[in-house]
């Protein structure tokens, strides 16, 4: 099958920095910037951007093969292709006609480019047909942006959806050609990826400068943001269990195709405005290697599974690993190893074979459930089309014997066990 780009993994701080247990987030932190007093931003992994803008959230995905470059970062700002452009220009005048964006974008040099008349709309490269029409494209200002690109809010036909701006980078030729490939590889997968846990692919574009990615925008933000806002209290049993059946279900779909998300954490999971769950955020997945095993490029410490920590080859069984980290999220409604950095929890995994605390009174079956996903075997890991009827067992059991329950966290320090 075919085979994605390589992204160079991130498994340790710099070595000049080792004595620094906080430089993961130093790192971070200065990757990303937010935007505007009133977005929320969950920044725990390299190579994903997470943030919310009025309870809304999407996922954003940035190259991540130039972490640590003096040169990581693009220029389109003194780009001679955007100079001299008459101040008189509106910014929302596309290759048709005029779109509707917001006068506050009218200093936005990447919404200048998506909409600059004198560069033709590229359609999308085998997938024509979801290249979208700018007439219809109105943009609201950028909530989010990360090293090479923003996010925005804003609508498209008249729906509320997410709007992603890259930018090709300029000082790399190699740099670009990765971040093409991953471009095409992300609009591949949206493309082909339609299930109800699944967030919706409205369509795309290229440009000479920039590249535009659009999907719809959920209402309800992240179940990372959802578990926050309900500061660590645990979710009503019934609720936690739908929300991971969704996702179970979600990924069932995805691994049938071949398919591995390889980023799979709350952060990356969107409330929709019917309260389903849909799984986000492809652009670091890839297609499933049947000859040989993968070694890592992205994914976030605390859900990532041993292997991929280890730089070993890995399967689709990392996403069953995550999966299990995020049930336990959604029955405690905590961060996972919050008493530990997330090197700190890297490395606790992998040597320690450390795992968060599974609740007393936590149903037998979702305490197999949870133990299995994580198994440091990835053989022991079931199968989502497994884990989907374990789960559908737990709601019937839920529902005619515990109907009333609510969990009721007892978990002290500390929060993991060997």
Same mark, same amino acid.
């Given at each position: 099958?075919?085979?994605?780009?390589?992204?160079?993994?991130?498994?340790?701080?710099?070595?000049?920095?080792?004595?620094?247990?906080?430089?993961?987030?130093?790192?971070?932190?200065?990757?990303?910037?937010?935007?505007?007093?009133?977005?929320?931003?969950?920044?725990?992994?390299?190579?994903? !951007?997470?943030?919310?803008?009025?309870?809304?959230?999407?996922?954003?995905?940035?190259?991540?093969?130039?972490?640590?470059?003096?040169?990581?970062?693009?220029?389109?700002?003194?780009?001679?292709?955007?100079?001299?452009?008459?101040?008189?220009?509106?910014?929302?005048?596309?290759?048709?006609?005029?779109?509707?964006?917001?006068?506050?974008?009218?200093?936005?040099?990447?919404?200048?480019?998506?909409?600059?008349? $004198?560069?033709?709309?590229?359609?999308?490269?085998?997938?024509?047909?979801?290249?979208?029409?700018?007439?219809?494209?109105?943009?609201?200002?950028?909530?989010?942006?990360?090293?090479?690109?923003?996010?925005? /809010?804003?609508?498209?036909?008249?729906?509320?959806?997410?709007?992603?701006?890259?930018?090709?980078?300029?000082?790399?030729?190699?740099?670009?050609? !990765?971040?093409?490939?991953?471009?095409?590889?992300?609009?591949?997968?949206?493309?082909?990826?339609?299930?109800?846990?699944?967030? $919706?692919?409205?369509?795309? @574009?290229?440009?000479?400068?920039?590249? @535009?990615?659009?999907?719809?925008?959920? /209402?309800?933000?992240?179940?990372?943001?959802?578990?926050? #806002?309900?500061?660590? #209290?645990?979710?009503? !049993?019934?609720?936690?269990?739908?929300?991971?059946?969704?996702?179970?279900?979600?990924?069932?779909?995805?691994?049938?195709?071949?398919?591995?998300?390889?980023?799979?954490?709350?952060?990356?999971?969107?409330?929709?405005?019917?309260?389903?769950?849909?799984?986000?955020?492809?652009?670091?997945?890839?297609?499933?290697?049947?000859?040989?095993?993968?070694?890592?490029?992205?994914?976030?410490?605390?859900?990532?599974?041993?292997?991929?920590?280890?730089? #070993?080859?890995?399967?689709?069984?990392?996403?069953?690993?995550?999966?299990?980290?995020?049930?336990?999220?959604?029955?405690?409604?905590?961060?996972?190893?919050?008493?530990?950095?997330?090197?700190?929890?890297?490395?606790?995994?992998?040597?320690?074979?450390?795992?968060?605390?599974?609740?007393?009174? @936590?149903?037998?079956?979702?305490?197999?459930?949870?133990?299995? @996903?994580?198994?440091?075997?990835?053989?022991? #890991?079931?199968?989502?089309?497994?884990?989907? $009827?374990?789960?559908?067992?737990?709601?019937?059991?839920?529902?005619?014997?515990?109907?009333?329950?609510?969990?009721?966290?007892?978990?002290?320090?500390?929060?993991?066990?060997?």
């Amino acid at each position: 099958m075919l085979e994605g780009p390589k992204f160079t993994g991130i498994i340790a701080p710099n070595a000049n920095n080792a004595n620094n247990e906080n430089n993961f987030y130093n790192f971070t932190q200065g990757f990303y910037q937010k935007l505007g007093e009133g977005s929320n931003m969950s920044i725990d992994s390299i190579g994903s !951007l997470q943030t919310s803008n009025g309870g809304g959230s999407v996922s954003m995905s940035v190259d991540n093969s130039s972490v640590g470059s003096n040169d990581s970062h693009t220029h389109i700002l003194n780009h001679p292709g955007l100079k001299n452009v008459n101040n008189n220009y509106s910014v929302g005048h596309s290759v048709l006609r005029p779109g509707r964006v917001s006068h506050a974008l009218s200093d936005d040099a990447l919404a200048q480019a998506l909409f600059d008349s $004198r560069y033709p709309t590229e359609g999308l490269e085998n997938y024509d047909e979801w290249t979208i029409d700018l007439r219809k494209l109105n943009m609201g200002t950028a909530f989010a942006q990360g090293a090479f690109g923003k996010l925005y /809010k804003g609508t498209y036909n008249g729906e509320d959806v997410a709007i992603k701006i890259l930018e090709r980078p300029e000082n790399s030729a190699e740099r670009a050609q !990765l971040m093409e490939q991953q471009f095409q590889q992300e609009v591949m997968m949206l493309a082909t990826l339609r299930h109800p846990n699944i967030v $919706r692919f409205i369509g795309g @574009c290229r440009k000479p400068l920039v590249w @535009c990615i659009i999907t719809e925008y959920a /209402k309800g933000g992240s179940v990372r943001q959802f578990l926050m #806002r309900r500061q660590n #209290r645990s979710v009503p !049993l019934k609720l936690a269990v739908k929300q991971a059946l969704d996702v179970a279900r979600g990924m069932a779909y995805v691994h049938g195709l071949g398919f591995i998300h390889r980023d799979l954490k709350s952060d990356n999971l969107l409330i929709s405005a019917d309260k389903s769950i849909k799984i986000a955020d492809f652009g670091v997945a890839r297609i499933e290697v049947q000859t040989e095993g993968m070694t890592p490029e992205t994914g976030t410490y605390r859900w990532m599974a041993p292997e991929m920590i280890q730089h #070993r080859p890995y399967t689709q069984k990392v996403d069953v690993y995550s999966f299990g980290i995020v049930l336990w999220e959604l029955i405690t409604g905590m961060l996972p190893f919050q008493n530990m950095s997330a090197v700190q929890a890297a490395f606790a995994v992998v040597n320690k074979n450390v795992r968060p605390i599974v609740p007393n009174d @936590c149903l037998p079956v979702l305490s197999e459930i949870m133990t299995r @996903c994580w198994d440091a075997n990835p053989e022991v #890991r079931p199968p989502f089309t497994e884990v989907v $009827r374990m789960l559908e067992y737990a709601e019937t059991e839920i529902l005619t014997t515990v109907r009333k329950a609510r969990f009721r966290c007892c978990i002290t320090q500390p929060m993991t066990t060997d």
